[in-house]
């Protein structure tokens, strides 16, 4: 395919624009354009809301005549006309942060759900990929992302009459997704290359514009590749550990080269999990180049402005690689940078021998964070082996919790109401009112949310009608094409990967319970699941396979039904109508869980397991959890709450959930169920959004670490690897002397001498800890230096008073301090008493 493809030769002059428009994402978001599309062809635009798609299948003729009528021109120039004035606005970047990252940020990810036009994610990080993007957008963010273009990307789904998933892997058209072809400052195709076993392997640039944020894709069907190096980039998460290698090195190796070809000086590297990593390695190689210096110096130098986000919850779910297998495929690479095998397995090890990719990114990286107030104390625990004797809640983990893009999600009837509650940009800036529904009254709100309902009520209909129709009926054809779906009842969503730590059997857990629910006369319930499993999960395929056989018992036939092929289009419609939104994973597994915060906008409500997002969110006024108050340390990783939860579930269906719905007040309107819609879109819509969680990555991350980075001189890096290499000779004959104490009134002193062997006091810390206890909170106190020991060499004295507990609770402690290291991630080197 030559770049040919994409001139659009035979586009009349006066609609030139609708090839900008047609490769600007923004049009996912943006529902302003979809009239244009629809008067292109509005068959291929509903079937596909594919932009790029439309604009090269519409005929010459057809493209002729609208380029002479007054009608279309008209509404052609207002989308041109709003698209100029968006490039232009003023944003809340431009206005709040003086452009101190105007080198821009590199985002980098192995999947990403801009759209279901363009097929590059499989679930939940993949739609926070695209999520972050948009908003960051919105800001006015500069953030370049950086990922693969798949020729096949995730599976499509089916089920047979079984009820057994079967997989598809149709190949996306590169012509037909809505990207194009990536040039460089010559005007030729950008290209790049990552050295492999005895060969070179060759990757083509493609660009996806998303408003005003470009997504940079990489892809390795070069016909002058090999053929199995054509298919590196075939599908997503392949469960071959080689080929998610040589993935990994393209994302990484080939992402940053690209950046490099493009002369891209990003003043940040943001990398979402583990596969990413080798990005910071390549980046460090850039710098080792351009400054004549060793690969240490460059670690030091560029880590300070590395970001590492993971959002894993266990330590089972991360990368390695064999040793061997890294060897095969990294020493190429590796060798021609003057580097070896040997630096990365010794910043990745954490205890094992293979490479672990989240463990190179941790020891490539000036921050890292998780991506809930739970999940940082998750990642501080599956983390800690990389800080030897640390406390696990000194591990430096932060967290910013997950949010979503608002404008994505919203239904038009959503939209209009937030928009006459405050205003059309309301998405775009930090929105400041703190009830924007105040005035807002119960009719409207409750006609918004019927409106919805009805319309998810036919849509599932057409979507179970194509399921069904050329397949087994069961005994009620009526029930299998969702004719006894009811958009006046209470309607329960359930949708996302369908895995055993999910739970989505948590509802099946008592089925003749769930009978009575879904069959009750006055009070009827309705379930509509969605959901794939991974194609190696067998657990998760009988999972669906359950739920399946459940959906055809004669007595439920029609209240509940799984609608196939999960994607981004599904969803959207799901979390628009459904009145509650289910989710019920084993705590504390959930990193985040953005599922539900799509629902907030649309009124909808969340039933879900205290854990990940909610357990931040959650009130008794704007929904429902299941063992509400569940700490972190209440592991359930054995199941030993599967029972007492799946009862809790039922319970707050029986008692609080169904009731509600159908209590009326006296003008006919369920009042207790609206006041929580209100309070529910009031205190939440806003603060789980993209919006929030992209300015808090800017405040709290990005330009701190900028601004730290600007101080990592080559001088100054050079400094700190001497330093740490000094800490590193000496450390082993550190010692303790005697430790003394004193008890007063009310405090205890405690003194102690050090011996530091030629480490001067000014680049250690002597601290006090004690752990929390009944006598206490968990209490770090440091000890002063008193003065020297005249008749010891190298020895100190130190001293710290604190609050009095029994004898043996404090424990002193010696590590680094250097207040230009973010510690102890870039030196975790301590020594106990005793």
């Known amino acids: 395919m030559t770049l040919a493809a994409y001139s ?59 380029s002479q009528d007054p009608d279309f021109l008209t509404l052609y120039q207002e989308q041109v006309s709003r698209h100029e004035e968006f490039t232009r606005a003023a944003t809340w970047y431009s206005d709040s942060c003086n452009n101190k990252l105007d080198g821009g940020i590199a985002w980098f990810c192995m ?51 079984a009820g057994e998933q079967i997989e598809f892997h149709p190949y996306n058209d590169p012509t037909m997704l809505p990207v194009s072809p990536l040039r460089d400052s010559n005007g030729e195709w950008a290209r790049v290359t990552v050295p492999f076993p005895g060969r070179e392997v060759r990757l083509r640039g493609w660009k996806g514009q998303v408003g005003r944020c470009e997504l940079l894709l990489l892809d390795s069907n070069d016909p002058r590749n090999e053929p199995g190096d054509r298919g590196i980039t075939s599908e997503l998460y392949s469960g071959d550990p080689e080929k998610r290698l040589q993935q990994e090195m393209v994302l990484g190796i080939g992402g940053w080269r690209l950046l490099e070809l493009l002369d891209r000086k990003p003043a940040l590297c943001h ?47 991360f990368d390695r690689f064999p040793r061997a297998l890294a060897a095969l495929y990294l020493e190429p690479w590796l060798s021609g940078q003057g580097n070896r095998l040997e630096n990365l397995l010794g910043i990745a090890n954490g205890g094992t021998s293979d490479l672990n990719m989240a463990g190179l990114a941790l020891g490539m990286s000036g921050r890292f964070n998780g991506v809930s ?4 104390k998750v990642t501080q625990t599956i983390f800690q082996p990389w800080f030897g ?16 893009h608002t404008p994505s999600w919203d239904s038009p009837e959503s939209d209009q109401l937030w928009t006459r509650a405050c ?122 396979r359950r739920w399946k056989a459940f959906s055809q018992r004669p007595e439920v036939e029609g209240k509940v039904v799984f609608i196939e092929d999960y994607d981004l289009a599904v969803a959207g419609q799901l979390i628009q109508g459904v009145d509650v939104w289910l989710n019920t994973p084993s705590h504390p597994w959930e990193a985040c869980g953005t599922s539900g915060m799509k629902v907030l906008v649309n009124g909808g409500l969340n039933l879900s397991q205290f854990d990940g997002w909610w357990a931040e969110a959650w009130n008794d006024q704007v929904g429902w959890a299941i063992r509400p108050g569940a700490s972190f340390e209440e592991l359930a990783l054995d199941g030993s709450h599967d029972d007492s939860d799946a009862r809790e579930l039922y319970e707050l269906l029986e008692q609080q959930v169904i009731p509600e719905f159908y209590h009326l007040d006296d003008k006919g309107l369920p009042g207790t169920w609206l006041q929580r819609i209100r309070a529910s879109m009031d205190q939440l819509t806003a603060r789980y959004s993209a919006n929030r969680m992209v300015r808090e990555y800017v405040s709290d991350f990005y330009l701190p670490m900028a601004a730290q980075g600007n101080e990592r001189t080559p001088e100054i890096a050079a400094e700190l690897v001497a330093n740490r290499k000094n800490v590193c000779r000496h450390w082993p004959k550190l010692r303790f002397g005697e430790l003394t104490e004193q008890t007063g009134d009310n405090s205890q002193t405690f003194s102690l001498c050090v011996y530091l062997d030629g480490l001067g006091h000014e680049q250690l810390t002597v601290e006090l800890v004690a752990e929390a206890s009944e006598f206490g909170p968990r209490l770090v106190q440091p000890m002063a230096m008193e003065h020297a020991l005249e008749g010891s060499e190298d020895s100190y004295l130190y001293r710290a008073t604190v609050p009095p507990r029994p004898a043996g609770h404090f424990t002193p402690r010696i590590r680094v301090k250097d207040a230009r290291l973010n510690l102890p991630l870039e030196d975790s080197h301590i020594l106990w008493y005793r």
């Open 8 to 66: 659009m030769r035979a586009l009349p002059d006066q609609l030139s624009g609708l090839i900008s428009l047609a490769l600007d994402l923004r049009w996912t978001w943006h529902h302003g354009g979809d009239q244009l599309w629809r008067a292109l062809d509005e068959e291929a635009w509903e079937a596909t809301h594919n932009a790029w798609l439309v604009l090269n299948g519409v005929a010459v003729e057809h493209l002729q005549a609208l």
């Open 111 to 161: 999947e990403y759900g801009v759209s279901e036009s363009l097929p590059l994610y499989s679930g939940g990080l993949g739609v926070l990929a695209g999520d972050f993007l948009k908003a960051s957008s919105d800001l006015g963010v500069p953030v370049m992302a950086v990922g693969l273009l798949y020729q096949q990307g995730y599976f499509r789904q089916a089920l047979n009459t």
């Open 271 to 317: 990398i979402n999990e583990g596969h990413s990593a080798l990005a910071l390695v390549e980046r460090a190689h850039q710098w080792q180049r351009s400054q004549q210096t060793d690969f240490e110096v460059a670690r030091f130098a560029t880590r300070a402005t590395n970001l590492f986000t993971t959002h894993t919850s266990v330590a089972a779910g």
């Open 373 to 376: 107030r739970i999940h940082q």
């Open 389 to 404: 004797r640390w406390p696990t809640p000194d591990i430096p983990a932060d967290y910013v919790t997950n949010g979503i």
């Open 423 to 544: 205003g059309k940009d309301r998405w775009r800036q930090p929105m400041l009112e703190p009830e924007p529904m105040c005035d807002v009254d119960d009719l409207s709100i409750w006609e918004m949310r019927r409106s919805q309902c009805r319309r998810l009520v036919g849509y599932l209909r057409k979507r179970l009608h194509a399921q069904h129709c050329e397949h087994n009926y069961g005994s009620n054809p009526d029930a299998a094409c969702g004719l006894l779906l009811d958009a006046e009842t209470l309607t329960l969503g359930f949708a996302r990967r369908f895995t055993a730590y999910k739970r989505p059997d948590l509802l099946l857990k008592d089925p003749e319970r769930l009978v009575r629910l879904l069959t009750n006369r006055d009070q009827p319930l309705q379930i509509v699941l969605a959901g794939k499993a991974h194609p190696k999960d067998k657990v998760g395929k009988e999972l669906i």
